[in-house]
């Protein structure tokens, strides 16, 4: 392995200078030395130690990613297409502007605060964080933090990237009442972020058209595998009872489909459903899945981006991304 002291010795300069050069400090050395060691190390083959630039440098070039899994879920949290795409977008961003992405799956914010000093993030991006978790991480941590998909009840300085999830639930309770339904239920893994905003449009659509909403419309799933897909079941007699079903993410969506079929329903003929998010399954599903489509691609950019921004001490600014429904086969029109 290729050391600072051989480079040193085959161009005949100090350790030091090399050093300099290597790490940054060319104010220090003649552009035509520095040119001389360059050449060197690209012919010798130098590979620079990632933690002696830590060292060296004020910023390390990497950014954290906070992902927490789910307590109660065995499955980690990269299981679920959506933050899968999403994480994948972040990494693609983080790369495009020249730093590293470390994942951080971590369920405290001690250890979080333990690992950002021990790498010495430049900061960190947080995703889907409970209110409480990230308060407690923003007065714990000196590092900028940009959230993604969490929603604060209180005036704060926090920057968070979100799709707007109120006119996204808004809009597929639009679309399903003009398509002629009025027993529609709403599915999601729990009441709070986003899904409770998706909840909020919905609901505000309904009453628009005269339809009375009542709070068992909004059934909560288990995360945990095995127990929804008995709870789906077990919601046959309520399911034949509705005409549409409004899922707050495409997974379960595409999930509940597959259990319904095996339980003896056409869709859309027997019961139409939609979903949230626009992921490449509902594509590919069969019937294809009508859905809302948010931006998992822009919404990665601009987390890095604002991040960036954060960094290098520029213009804070919060993003809120629209939403698109996309119309496909798994809603039927009928007489309301």
Known sequence: MVRIKDIAEYVGVSTTTVSNVIHGKEQRVSDKTRKRIEEAVSKMGYVPSMSALMLAQERSGIIGVILQNKEEDSRPALADPYYSELVGYLDQFIKLNHHFMLMITVPDVKEIIRQTIAWNLDGLIACNLQEDFLISLHEHCEKPIVSVDTYINRKNNYINIMTDDFDGGYQIGKYLTLMGHRKILMLADNDRGVDHYRWLGFKKALRESAIEVLQNQHIILS??????????????????QHTALFFASDFYALEACSVLRDMGFRIPEDISVTGFDDLLYARLAKPRLTTMHQSIEKKGEMAVMALLSLINQEERQEWILPVQLIERESVKRIKP
């Open 223 to 240: 995360p945990i595998y095995q127990e929804r897909m008995e709870q789906i079941e077990k919601m046959l007699p309520l399911f034949q």
